[in-house]
Nanobody, 115 residues
Framework: QVQLVESGGGLVQPGGSLRLSCTAS????????MGWYRQAPGKQRELVAR???????NYADSVKGRFTISRDNGMNTVYLQMNMLKPEDTAVYYC?????????WGQGTQVTVSS
């Protein structure tokens, strides 16, 4: 079992920045593909970005050029740096750890982009 604890959400004005962090309890953190997903009210959960243990990254088209995912395997932590935030980025952001049939989720952190 992997416990994921997210932090860093909050309220920010359009054009602002936030950095989300997710720390995992697993001692084999590097084997997991780590991802950030988000879910806005009335919408399905969607992939924002993910990163493999070796550092290969994928992004949703809507965040390319604005968001950056990174990881520190020594600290069991994955980050999501979010720049140039837009109101449509408002959602609950969830951390995910995936390896073969194992799939774990954090509790979510709220990001609100509003003036």
């Amino acid at each position: 079992q992997v416990q994921l604890v997210e932090s860093g959400g909050g309220l920010v004005q359009p054009g602002g920045s936030l950095r989300l962090s997710c720390t995992a309890s697993s001692v084999t953190f590097s084997i997991y593909v780590m991802g950030w997903y988000r879910q806005a009210p009335g919408k399905q959960r969607e992939l924002v970005a993910r990163i493999t243990g070796g550092g290969t990254r994928n992004y949703a088209d809507s965040v390319k050029g604005r968001f950056t995912i990174s990881r520190d395997n020594g600290m069991n932590t994955v980050y999501l740096q979010m720049n140039m935030l837009k109101p449509e980025d408002t959602a609950v952001y969830y951390c995910n750890a995936a390896y073969i049939s194992r799939n774990y989720w954090g509790q979510g952190t709220q990001v609100t982009v509003s003036s």
